[in-house]
């Protein structure tokens, strides 16, 4: 299924006060919300959930009112379904303002949304992945001393946050991208010291994330310093999910200039490095190994093939179920990856890089509850996982405890030791987000 088609629900939950709304009397327009109050998503089928606020009695019957213009007009959407969630199918995307209507036992109800009445929530529906564009990939003129790469680009998208791009980079050695950098501004420079173990052929990707979780990229691949050719146009991974994310991976909720839950936490995920140590069949191996091939060269569908053939053959085997969930993540089936991680841990629920892949598809649907409870496994397991606590950080802060959300990545920062990559990631966190409590 096109991703950009999908219906995958979306749901809040609304704390109410039944026949309590007071709506406004003047007829003034509403002015466009500011980004911070707007829930950006890229899916067209919204539910909502919600819970009364204490002393409002018990609501039988309830209406969702919507409006497209900014509060001139309202008009009822759904009436309360039968589970007690109200579902709306937007026409496309655009900016929608939600109301609820509610009615208590005895037939009272609150009254309708007038012209101008605030809603109480604004929802952005935003399936568009954001362009992104190498502008340039340029050596130092000391590179054979220094081994510095000047990079330019850039993202351009109508709902992008403040700092939307990340900067990866894989060689032909290596079976996943690396973080090179993370939440830099949509248009910039970075100059990147290549590592001194790099070495030949090597691929950049430039990557941009929006409110809604959608992501943009752009591959370029160098022969040899300072000789940099595209190899893929701009290109759309709603992996976590945008994953992830999203899927992400994600809506901005509380925490608009955040950044999404992307592979800054993780990278792509990857298990190759110990399938030679299972009991896999030799062609169960080589059928993974064959996928792992194709994953590397973007050939997404035939790895997908691949890996299900050696699961089919040795259905034990974990990292062909990782790897089949990172890639189908990276094609925007976040609900499939989600079913094969399950499907992992019910094998071993205990696997690492199934719980650290979960997290992210958590991350990118925008459960950030669940995502949160995995990565507890997780640092269950080991309380000194740097980028366990790192990604933690990200997910209590997409929930609005800016204070725990501070404690997790100063974790993550003492626990990186000489990691400076992690270090840094944290650093970034813990300035974009200061402690918000008032001084002495």
Not at 168 to 183: G, M, N, P, Q, V
Not at 361 to 384: I, M, W
Request: hydrophobic residues 35%.
């Amino acid at each position: 299924m096109d991703a950009r088609s999908s219906h995958v629900a979306v749901a809040f939950t609304f704390l109410i006060a039944c026949l309590a709304v007071t709506p406004r009397t003047d007829a003034a327009p509403l002015r466009p919300p500011p980004p911070e109050q707007v829930r950006s998503v890229n899916s067209t089928r919204i539910v909502f959930t919600y819970r009364l606020a204490d002393g409002s009695g018990d609501a039988s019957r309830g209406e969702l009112w919507v409006t497209k213009d900014l509060g001139k007009t309202w008009s009822a959407a759904k009436v309360l379904d039968a589970d007690g969630s109200l579902t709306y199918d937007a026409d496309g995307d655009e900016l929608l303002g939600f109301f609820i209507v509610l009615q208590n036992t005895a037939g009272a109800s609150s009254p309708p949304p007038a012209a101008a009445t605030p809603p109480h929530h604004w929802i952005r529906v935003d399936r568009s992945q954001p362009s992104v564009q190498a502008l340039a990939i340029r050596p130092d003129p000391r590179f054979a001393v220094n081994r510095d790469l000047h990079l330019r680009w850039a993202a351009m998208d109508d709902n992008l946050p403040d700092r939307p791009v990340a900067l990866h980079y894989r060689t032909e050695e290596t079976k996943s991208f690396k973080l090179i950098a993370d939440c830099l501004s949509a248009r910039g420079a970075y100059k990147w010291t290549v590592p001194p173990d790099v070495t030949g052929r090597l691929e950049l990707k430039f990557s941009a994330t929006d409110r809604a979780g959608n992501t943009g990229t752009y591959v370029a691949e160098i022969e040899q310093a300072g000789a940099a050719k595209p190899t893929s146009q701009p290109t759309e991974q709603r992996t976590a999910s945008s994953t992830p994310s999203s899927d992400t991976r994600k809506t901005h909720r509380d925490s608009a200039d955040l950044g999404a839950f992307r592979t800054a936490g993780y990278d792509e995920p990857d298990a190759g490095e110990d399938i030679a140590r299972q009991a896999a069949s030799k062609e169960a191996r080589r059928r993974y190994e064959a996928g792992t091939w194709h994953r590397l060269r973007g050939d997404y569908d035939l790895a997908i093939a691949r890996y299900r053939e050696s699961i089919e053959l040795a259905p034990r085997e974990m990292p062909p179920r990782v790897d089949l969930a990172g890639s189908l993540m990276i094609r925007g089936d976040v609900d499939a990856a989600e079913r094969e991680l399950q499907k992992a841990l019910a094998i071993d629920p205990t696997y690492r890089s199934a719980l650290k892949s979960l997290a992210l598809v958590q991350s990118r649907k925008h459960n950030y509850k669940s995502a949160r409870e995995t990565l507890d496994k997780l640092l269950l397991q080991d309380p000194q996982d740097a980028e366990a606590w790192l990604a933690y950080g990200d997910v209590v802060m997409f929930n609005g405890d800016r204070a725990a959300a501070r404690q997790a990545w100063s974790k993550a920062k003492s626990q990186a030791g000489s990691n400076r990559d992690i270090t840094s990631r944290a650093e970034k966190r813990l300035d974009m987000y200061p402690d918000s409590r008032p001084e002495n």
